[in-house]
């Protein structure tokens, strides 16, 4: 069965400090692999995704995950933090694009000026 | 339309009352999905829709939760005997089941059973 572990439920950085919001995923086959964000009292927007081909993938608003493999990770990056990123941040996975995709239960980012 | 579209985006109902939630997904998409976000709980696949069938059921919570999709647009959500427990956000969302691509979110309903 397919999971995804999100490590830390609450991070907090410095305005201008680099982001660093965990994700872990498990799948017997290769996944998909996304990052959303939920800003308050709003859906929840793509980041940026994975489904073939490199594997550095880059998203809006600066964002960055790299999947590795041999780590089963999906970690998320932002090299300087705004006060604007402040959201729930959210990572799925899926082995097809038609299947449900399981999510992960969210990290909220804070940050601090 | 544009996004996918959900209403009521509020809706406070009595212990025991049957509500509906529905969802406008994006034309064009066939696959449609419904999740429930909790507190704390990030988001709790539901069901989801393949045009008018529902392949996966299994995230129902209970036989009290049912849905429907119709003409492979609109779906509908619905609780009944509502327990303070259902309370959260519904969130729906829909993707073109030909592209291995993201699924698009709607705003939400927030039930509040009182």
């Known amino acids: 069965a397919q999971s995804v572990t999100q490590l830390g439920s609450h991070v907090s950085v410095s305005e201008g400090a680099l982001v660093l919001l965990r994700c872990n995923y498990s799948s017997s086959v290769p996944p998909y692999l996304f990052w959303y964000v939920q800003y308050p009292n709003q859906g929840l927007q793509l980041l940026l995704k994975y489904t073939t081909g490199a594997t550095l993938v880059k998203g809006i608003n600066g964002f960055e995950a790299e999947f590795k493999k041999s780590e089963t990770s999906f970690h998320l990056t932002k090299p300087s933090a705004h006060m604007s990123d402040a959201a729930e941040y959210f990572c799925?996975?899926?082995?097809?694009?038609?299947?449900?995709?399981?999510f992960g239960k969210g990290t909220r980012l804070s940050v601090i000026a | 339309g544009a996004g996918v579209s959900q209403s009521p985006s509020n809706k406070v109902t009595e212990k025991g009352k049957d509500v509906e939630l529905r969802c406008d997904p994006i034309s064009g998409h066939t696959a449609l999905y419904w999740y429930r976000q909790s507190l704390g709980q990030g988001l709790e696949f539901l069901i989801y829709?393949?045009?008018?069938?529902?392949?996966?059921k299994s995230g129902l919570p209970s036989d009290r939760f049912s849905a429907e999709r119709t003409g492979g647009s609109v779906s509908t959500l619905t609780i009944q005997r509502t327990q303070q427990e259902d309370s959260a956000v519904y969130l729906c969302a829909s993707s073109p089941v030909y592209q291995n691509t993201e699924a698009f979110f709607g705003q939400g309903t927030r039930l509040t059973v009182v």
């Open positions: 799925a996975v899926s082995y097809s694009g038609n299947t449900p995709l399981v």
């Open positions: 829709f393949q045009g008018n069938s529902a392949p996966d």
